[in-house]
């Protein structure tokens, strides 16, 4: 099993930043993919970014340019810093890892940007 840890999420005034960071724990496989998806209100669950374990990263949209993803393999932690925030990012943030084709999932972290 995979036990998924977020932290980083809060409330922020529109053009802030936030860093949100999720550390893996259990069994965790040298090669897989990390990220983050998000759900906002009455909204389905939108990819935000993925990185494997080699560094490739992926964005869904128009956020790569505000968002980046990275991560510490030594620490099996992911990182999301999220510049010039907006209202519309207003979300519940989840941590993903996926490996040999099962998905785990952190229990999200609030992100609400005020106008």
């Known amino acids: 099993q995979v036990q998924l840890v977020e932290f980083g999420g809060g409330l922020v005034q529109a053009g802030g930043s936030l860093r949100l960071s999720c550390a893996a724990s259990?069994?965790?496989?040298?090669?897989?993919?990390m990220g983050w998806y998000r759900q906002a209100p009455g909204k389905q669950r939108e990819l935000v970014a993925t990185?494997?374990?080699?560094?490739?990263?992926n964005y869904a949209g128009p956020e790569k340019g505000r968002f980046t993803i990275s991560r510490d393999n030594a620490k099996n932690t992911v990182y999301l810093q999220m510049n010039s925030l907006k209202p519309e990012d207003t979300a519940v943030y989840y941590c993903?890892?996926?490996?040999?084709?099962?998905?785990?999932w952190g229990q999200g972290t609030q992100v609400t940007v005020s106008s």
């Open positions: 993903w890892v996926g490996q040999m084709g099962s998905a785990y």
């Open positions: 259990g069994r965790i496989l040298r090669f897989n993919a």
């Open positions: 990185i494997t374990s080699v560094g490739t990263t």
